[in-house]
């Protein structure tokens, strides 16, 4: 069973703040939260992960609240093409088994 | 482009049957893992190799085997084929030697249909 919780769907107007919840209560401390997403039938594409501290790369923002038992993904300005399905995954450093949910279906209007 | 290739992109093959689907890691990359996904049920993680060793198991049947190669490209076998079985087959890999930047990258997947 997957270890976190996210809404099915969202909408996001076109050019707005894309912000993607995800609950992971029972994250153990070695546990990283790694988001990934899936347009159409393409394979998953990695976005971001962190630990503890809040972390952007050149994609999105990664907001860890400090007990760790949620985040939220930002995508700044989102567009068209960030329409997909978002996965947010804990797991750890090495070897990991990533558990998929059914994820969060983003949709992205005009 | 994760730098993961997966061959065929397609295969069609009829019940009973067996085939083979392929995958080439990333450059350097020593862990290769693969995943089923069907309409259904969402993506499975099926098995891990690292370095020619098989790493860890998922939901994998029995008729599915695995295998990665001194190369560090991996196989995965798929015997007996059922109905059931039709679904996009991928593979990731990962350096596996741990570290920060150790996350998966993934294939574009193989569509296997079975008749």
């Known amino acids: 069973d997957a270890k976190t919780t996210q809404p099915p769907s969202m909408d996001c107007a076109e050019g707005r703040a894309a912000n993607l919840p995800c609950n992971h209560s029972?994250?153990?401390?070695?546990?990283?939260v790694y988001w990934y997403r899936q347009i159409h039938s393409q394979g998953p594409q990695y976005i971001i992960h962190?630990?503890?501290n809040n972390e952007t790369n050149e994609m999105a923002s990664l907001i860890i609240t400090e007990d760790r038992k949620s985040s939220t993904l930002i995508l700044p300005h989102a567009t068209l093409r960030d329409t997909a399905v978002y996965y947010c995954?804990?797991?750890?450093?090495?070897?990991?088994?990533?558990?998929f949910g059914p994820g969060t279906r983003l949709s992205v209007l005009p | 482009d994760s730098g993961v290739t997966q061959t065929p992109k397609h295969l069609i093959t009829a019940t009973g049957q067996r085939v083979t689907l392929r995958c080439s890691p990333r450059?350097?990359?020593?862990?290769v893992y693969w995943y089923q996904q069907s309409l259904d049920q969402g993506l499975q993680f099926l098995i891990q190799?690292?370095?020619?060793?098989?790493?860890a198991k998922g939901n994998i049947l029995e008729r599915f085997s695995a295998q990665q190669f001194p190369d560090l490209h991996s196989e995965l076998n798929l015997s007996s084929l059922e109905l059931g079985d039709s679904a996009l087959y991928f593979c990731?890999?990962?350096?596996?030697?741990?570290?920060?930047?150790?996350?998966?990258?993934f294939g574009p997947g193989t569509r296997l249909t079975v008749l």
């Open positions: 990731a890999s990962t350096a596996g030697g741990g570290g920060r930047t150790d996350t998966q990258y």
């Open positions: 029972t994250i153990s401390g070695n546990e990283y």
């Open positions: 962190g630990l503890k």
């Open positions: 995954i804990v797991g750890t450093r090495y070897g990991q088994n990533f558990v």
């Open positions: 450059s350097g990359d020593l862990s």
């Open positions: 190799y690292y370095n020619g060793e098989e790493r």
